[in-house]
């Protein structure tokens, strides 16, 4: 409230920039304030990923900032080189981890293992999340379809199809009018169909 009174008593002085910054650091700071928020940090977690590599992905996040930061390009060759180095070791070592999950499961005739890393690497998902409706979090997926079925019933108006012209039946064709006007067709109108 405070900000609101302070912000409507003084904008008509402030230029449209100021009141945007102004406005801006305002909403920022509710943000971080009242949104909570957590940091992961899935790459890392990564199985593949030795200690050492972390230090290199930690190193390489450094060097782009202070290529950012300073427009060297000696500075941002550094680090497009660094980047790709890691990277070509990253990979290495994913294959690396990949082949010893495989060779393990054949030496103990278990690919369970295999698959669970698999699964664990799988990005797509699949499914509908949890829906709010009426102010409850519904997650079965009946429950999901009529809420979705609401939604988009609501949203398409019904057309009015009085004025849709009838069309007549059209019994003056037959099978054997058709064959015989086929049939009839010169052989040279019949390749330019072919």
Request: one cysteine or more; aromatic letters at 10%.
């Amino acid at each position: 409230m405070k900000f609101t009174s302070s912000f409507l008593t003084t904008y008509l002085d402030n230029t449209v920039e100021n009141n945007w910054s102004s406005f801006k650091e305002h909403i920022t700071m509710l943000m971080s304030t009242h949104i909570p928020s957590k940091t992961t940090s899935k790459r890392q977690n990564l199985p593949w990923i030795s200690g050492q590599q972390r230090r290199k992905c930690r190193r390489k996040h450094r060097m782009y900032k202070k290529a950012k930061c300073s427009n060297d390009p000696d500075a941002r060759s550094n680090f497009k080189l660094y980047k790709k180095t890691t990277a070509k070791e990253q990979k290495r070592a994913r294959w690396q981890y990949i082949n010893n999950i495989i060779q393990k499961g054949f030496e103990e005739n278990n690919t369970r293992p295999f698959w669970k890393s698999v699964k664990a690497q799988r990005q797509d998902n699949f499914g509908i999340p949890p829906l709010k409706h009426n102010g409850k979090l519904h997650t079965d997926s009946k429950t999901k379809a009529w809420i979705m079925l609401d939604e988009f019933s609501s949203v398409f108006a019904r057309e009015d199809t009085s004025f849709i012209p009838q069309l007549h039946s059209l019994s003056h064709f037959s099978h054997e009018g058709v064959s015989k006007l086929l049939s009839s067709l010169d052989e040279e109108e019949e390749e330019d169909f072919a």
